[in-house]
């Protein structure tokens, strides 16, 4: 008799065990479908014109969902900055990087294009963490870009990833302003052209 009772209270601990892994799971899986649905519904719109409501629908999840993720929308938008900062690809060789991040084709994606070109400039009038989070990606970028820079010592490479950032970051937000396609292509073109002179010649 203890024998079997054993059995069962270890069959049942087993299955729980079992269901609150897979809850785990099913929970970590909806949080990086909010996270990305909220990052392109932000980048293509903007914070404000975005509800909780949206990006839960856009998720494929119901609305009551989202307080077991997140406390606030605040705390959305800095998490969402987190996550898709880290996602963004914005290394490898800086010559073969500008000519992929100054294209017509990276412009006109907003919903996927980079995070820091779609949402710093409304990230300046957000809550704190929100700015720390975009600084956070920002210092990871430059660091990153630096290792691929050119110059003689860590200061000069550093200089240069600096330059070489704002300069793409700049470049793709006036190309997006602009109403004139024309003066957008041509921003977009000189600066890979004034990028490419920059760059030493080996």
Known sequence: ???VMYTVKLQA????ENAMRVTREQMAEHREKILKSAGKLFRAKGFEAVTVADVMKAAGLTHGGFYGHFK????????TLSHALKGDKNGGELASFAKRYLSPKHRDNLASGCSTAGLA????????????AMTAGLRDTIERLSEQAAGRTEAER???????WSALVGAVILARLSSDRALSDEILSETRDWLEEKRPKR
Not at 13 to 16: C, L
Not at 121 to 132: D, G, S, V
Not at 158 to 164: L, M, S, V
């Open 158 to 164: 550093r200089r240069a990833a600096i330059g070489h």
């Open 13 to 16: 601990a087993f299955e729980w």
């Open 121 to 132: 400039a409304e990230t300046i009038r957000q809550a704190p963490a929100a700015r720390a």
């Open 72 to 79: 606030s929308k605040d705390d959305l938008i800095a998490e």
């Open 1 to 3: 008799m203890m024998t």
